[in-house]
């Protein structure tokens, strides 16, 4: 359930459940503890949709058209003109396996990879998207810490790809002077998983008088392929617990990226 928690100037919003807001003139911050994520292992980004859930009650969440899902949200009042200062962190975690198995002459090679990506995005009052936060606004294909996803950008929080490969030359055995060939099967996993907590900043300079949401989305992705020979593969990524604070500031005259 959302459970609200005013104080002078700075709110606490605890997501996962029904809508609760409150406007602030400084601060606000939010938390995410709901809204799990699943994908499919041998999906490429973008293309197929992942599907998400409140882990309490089990209600689907939207997802938006290009694979991310809102997990936090938090309601300012700007004036004049001023600037938003957003800070985030995420607990993600990564799980990849990766298995071989070779005959003698010849290679097998297996991936498995995953990755957790995030973004901010600033709503009016009808729920609009009206700015994507700087630096992913920023964002080209060619940028370290970029990912495209769908016809957007986020930042990677997390990405792993794990590739084993194992290769058997031929057997050959000699007893005096006569020789021989040889075959035996050896097979090989490798399996990863860490769980780990990330921070990213954003920035939505020179905001225009209003009343705004900053919303918080993070999208997940994971694949999975034997690329040779014969073996198996797992990829598999997700994001938990997590917090977002909002702090209204002006900048320096004329600032601009």
Known sequence: MRQLLGVALVSLLLT??????????????????????TVTNATNIGTLPMTCHDIFSGAAVAVTADNFVP???????????ESLFVSTSMVTGLYTSTTTKT????????TGTGGVYERAVLLDGSGNVVATAFPVAECTSIILGCQAIGNGFGVTLDSRVQTLTQSLSDCVVTVGTTSGSCTFTSTIGLILQTTSAHSFDFIFPNVGVGTYSVEIQMAVNSDAQVVSGSGSAVGAAAFGLGSVTVEVVRLVHDFSF
């Open 16 to 37: 996962g459940g029904a809508v609760a807001q409150t406007a602030s003139s400084k601060a606000t911050a939010a938390v995410n503890t709901a809204v799990g994520c």
């Open 103 to 110: 005959k003698t002459g010849s290679s097998s090679t297996a």
């Open 71 to 81: 997990v936090m949200d938090a309601t300012v009042k700007v004036s004049n003109s």
